[in-house]
């Protein structure tokens, strides 16, 4: 990964670290995909969320915080059809959405995804440890002010919760694995990339054809 290759962005939206907070979310996206796919608002299907505490947490503000976090990974899709495959494909397509949704909406993810692990599929790399994620953040804040200001403890939340990702998705087999495994991009999600212009996401589900 060059220098220059962190700055191949999707859009210009600022670095944040919010997702620290949120986590993969899959169960709780797709149990509010399923609501929306039913033909609830966002709103209703917020209200629905909290009022049934449908995601099992401790308090209604928690409970409401993560709702409207899944809403607005639904929202960044721009996609109705993928928010439909969330809710309904069996779950290993459903994960594969619901990291797409992750980076749409966080630059970081998407930055991970694309200009490391997709890098690394490209190069047939497949070696993978804790120096790559290092090697990554220290490039990010050294080339962008947002990310410059986040503390040591945030960083460590940050490559946690991007190694987790790995984790869910199949990338990894365990926070200590060395290696990646071989991903295949279910033809979902592959087709509705390519519809949308969004060719460069393509590489961080080893696609490249």
Known sequence: MTRKSIQL?????????????????????????????????????VNRIIEENLFQYPTEKSVRRIARACVRRLKAMEDETL???????????????????????????????????GEKYRLRDISFGKMDLNVFFIRLQEQDDNAASWSDSTVTKLKQVLTKILVENGYIDSGKAGHLNPVWLDPILENAIRDSGDHRALAAFNCFS
């Open 83 to 117: 928010v439909q495959a969330l809710a309904s494909e069996p779950s290993q397509t459903a994960k594969q959405i619901c990291l797409y949704a992750m980076m749409r909406q966080y630059r970081v993810v998407w930055d991970f995804m694309v200009t490391v692990i």
């Open 9 to 45: 962005l999707r859009n210009p939206i600022p670095y944040t670290a919010a997702f620290t907070r949120e986590q993969f979310l899959f169960y709780e996206t797709r149990a509010t995909a399923r609501l929306i796919s039913e033909g609830l608002s966002e709103e209703e299907a």
